[in-house]
């Protein structure tokens, strides 16, 4: 049975533009309305599976007015517009769309769309699909729930699959149960979090349990790429490209071939680059600098970051339909203070793996200090717990860690009196913060002490985040 298809458009040549690319792959095209009341009257009378909405219609009411009906009836839509002010992109998140299209359309782009739209669909809890469909969802999802992995979690790890990830808490375990969802499909996966939460690791676990786990798995870190080097390390270059190319290089995504790669930091990446990668998503296949070969890739991407991509859209310094395009399924990775729960057997797994690689015998961790830890908000996330459980290693004398030494205790001292509110913007507050940080470390960066550390992030993306907010040596020299 074909799925039934409802185009929402006032301009009739894109409306029946979209009309010959559905009929084209397929589908049932149900009507096209050119209104928010046209829409519900034949929304009533078809019932269709999926809605293409535009955002900015003719009359009192919006698309995304008639967004919030269709979420209400779980009807799939996806949005279309040439528009990506904030004001806009707010109020469209808040309707929970399956996906956003930019005008003008490409036809592939709707067909991986509505693809898109239907998988997340046929896993969605609530799906209003065939009986069938949904026995065979939940007799997968009764599955997973069964297996250890999920279910049971020791003080030390998960298991192969799931990479030694820490902890017990119902936001982990939903986070873990999505995982096995989406990693034998051949989904991209976006996963969002702050900085030291473990991205990459889970990004390592979708590897693994995907059909291209025998593939290599590549990392790139985006921040850290040079500027000047980023597309000759991500597609490569012939002898010959540039000066200094004395040989044939192979990028990233010729090494990731049948396997995964896994782009970290993707919101570092500059607007030129963000073309590219678009294009590398929408075709499958890349261009070595200097070359002429078309190369045909076989390759799944997962992609991170620690920014809001919807703000770095608004503001300009983010493709919206490149974040469309990674934005498939996403999922995202609790901070710590969120999950305060798994603190506990987090100290326990650090202080037994660098008591090991120390040579020394396992240290008792005292009632005081585990409070201490467990209470702690961790700006840097786990990245920060494990150093200190770290630094409380190498600096305890006897066989219990009865003190640590947390950076919030450090620079207790180095506040204001002035307890007065001013409103300041997320930057303006990074900032800020960043430069306290560096004031203390006495400018000193990376290495023990330094002001990476501290916040719990690479050196590479301090830096990275100090040249966006404007921050030089002259600042806090």
């Given at each position: 049975?074909?799925?039934?298809?409802?185009?929402?458009?006032?301009?009739?040549?894109?409306?029946?533009?979209?009309?010959?690319?559905?009929?084209?792959?397929?589908?049932?095209?149900?009507?096209?309305?050119?209104?928010?009341?046209?829409?519900?009257?034949?929304?009533?009378?078809?019932?269709?599976?999926?809605?293409?909405?535009?955002?900015?219609?003719?009359?009192?009411?919006?698309?995304?007015?008639?967004?919030?009906?269709?979420?209400?009836?779980?009807?799939?839509?996806?949005y279309?517009?040439?528009?990506?002010n904030?004001?806009?992109?707010?109020?469209?998140?808040?309707?929970?769309?399956d996906?956003?299209?930019?005008?003008?359309?490409?036809?592939?782009?709707?067909?991986?769309?509505?693809?898109?739209?239907?998988?997340?669909?046929?896993?969605?809890?609530?799906?209003?699909?065939?009986?069938?469909?949904?026995?065979?969802?939940?007799?997968?999802?009764?599955?997973?729930k069964?297996?250890?992995?999920?279910?049971?979690?020791?003080d030390?790890?998960?298991?192969?699959?799931?990479?030694?990830?820490?902890?017990?808490s119902?936001?982990?375990?939903?986070?873990?149960?999505?995982?096995?969802?989406?990693?034998?499909?051949?989904?991209?996966?976006?996963?969002?979090?702050?900085?030291?939460?473990?991205?990459?690791?889970?990004?390592?676990?979708?590897?693994?349990?995907?059909?291209?786990?025998?593939?290599?798995?590549?990392?790139?870190?985006?921040?850290?790429?040079p500027?000047n080097?980023?597309?000759?390390?991500l597609?490569?270059?012939?002898?010959?490209?540039?000066?200094?190319?004395?040989?044939?290089?192979?990028?990233?995504?010729?090494?990731?071939?049948?396997?995964?790669?896994?782009?970290?930091?993707?919101?570092?990446?500059p607007?030129?680059?963000?073309?590219?990668?678009?294009?590398?998503?929408?075709?499958?296949?890349?261009?070595?600098?200097?070359?002429?070969?078309?190369?045909?890739?076989?390759?799944?991407?997962?992609?991170?970051?620690?920014?809001?991509?919807?703000?770095?859209?608004?503001?300009?310094?983010?493709?919206?339909?490149?974040?469309?395009?990674?934005?498939?399924?996403?999922?995202?990775?609790?901070?710590?203070?969120?999950?305060?729960?798994?603190?506990?057997?987090?100290?326990?797994?650090?202080?037994?793996?660098?008591?090991?690689?120390?040579?020394?015998?396992?240290?008792?961790?005292?009632?005081?200090?585990?409070?201490?830890?467990?209470?702690?908000?961790?700006?840097?996330?786990?990245?920060?717990?494990?150093?200190?459980?770290?630094?409380?290693v190498?600096?305890?004398?006897?066989d219990?860690?009865?003190?640590?030494?947390?950076?919030?205790?450090?620079?207790?001292?180095?506040?204001?009196?002035?307890?007065?509110?001013?409103?300041?913007?997320?930057?303006?507050?990074?900032?800020?913060?960043i430069?306290?940080?560096?004031?203390?470390?006495?400018?000193?960066?990376?290495?023990?002490?330094?002001?990476a550390?501290?916040?719990?992030?690479?050196?590479?993306?301090?830096?990275?985040?100090?040249?966006?907010?404007?921050?030089?040596?002259?600042?806090?020299?």
């Open positions: 049975m074909k799925e039934k298809v409802l185009i929402v458009e006032d301009q009739s040549i894109e409306a029946l533009n979209l009309e010959r690319i559905l009929k084209k792959a397929g589908y049932e095209v149900c009507g096209i309305a050119k209104s928010v009341e046209q829409a519900s009257a034949i929304i009533e009378k078809q019932n269709p599976d999926l809605v293409l909405l535009d955002i900015f219609l003719k009359g009192p009411l919006t698309g995304i007015d008639l967004g919030h009906k269709l979420r209400d009836k779980n009807i799939s839509f996806i279309l517009s040439a528009n990506s904030q004001a806009t992109l707010d109020a469209a998140k808040e309707t929970r769309p996906g956003f299209l930019v005008k003008p359309v490409r036809e592939k782009d709707v067909i991986v769309m509505l693809e898109i739209a239907r998988y997340k669909r046929v896993h969605s809890p609530k799906s209003l699909v065939d009986p069938q469909v949904k026995t065979d969802i939940q007799e997968k999802d009764n599955r997973l069964k297996t250890e992995t999920i279910a049971e979690v020791s030390t790890g998960r298991g192969d699959n799931f990479h030694g990830i820490i902890g017990n119902p936001k982990l375990q939903e986070l873990l149960r999505l995982v096995q969802i989406v990693a034998p499909t051949e989904t991209g996966v976006l996963i969002l979090g702050e900085s030291g939460t473990g991205k990459e690791r889970i990004a390592q676990c979708v590897h693994t349990l995907s059909p291209r786990k025998s593939g290599p798995f590549i990392k790139v870190n985006c921040a850290a790429l500027a080097l980023i597309e000759s390390i597609f490569g270059h012939e002898r010959g490209a540039f000066t200094g190319a004395f040989e044939r290089k192979i990028g990233k995504f010729e090494q990731a071939q049948k396997g995964t790669i896994f782009l970290d930091e993707i919101g570092e990446l607007p030129e680059l963000q073309v590219k990668l678009l294009r590398v998503l929408q075709e499958n296949e890349i261009e070595r600098l200097g070359g002429r070969e078309v190369i045909k890739l076989n390759v799944r991407m997962i992609a991170a970051t620690n920014r809001n991509l919807e703000k770095e859209i608004a503001e300009g310094h983010f493709r919206m339909d490149l974040y469309y395009r990674l934005n498939v399924f996403s999922v995202y990775l609790p901070a710590l203070r969120e999950r305060k729960e798994d603190v506990p057997a987090l100290v326990t797994h650090f202080t037994e793996k660098f008591c090991s690689k120390s040579g020394r015998p396992p240290l008792k961790i005292s009632r005081q200090v585990l409070d201490e830890l467990t209470q702690y908000s961790w700006p840097g996330n786990i990245r920060e717990l494990e150093h200190v459980v770290e630094r409380a190498l600096l305890t004398p006897g219990s860690i009865k003190e640590v030494n947390l950076p919030a205790n450090k620079m207790k001292n180095t506040g204001t009196d002035n307890d007065q509110i001013i409103i300041k913007t997320i930057d303006e507050n990074d900032r800020d913060y430069l306290k940080i560096l004031k203390h470390t006495k400018g000193k960066i990376s290495g023990e002490g330094g002001a550390e501290l916040l719990g992030v690479p050196p590479t993306t301090l830096n990275s985040r100090m040249k966006r907010l404007g921050i030089s040596k002259e600042h806090f020299g």
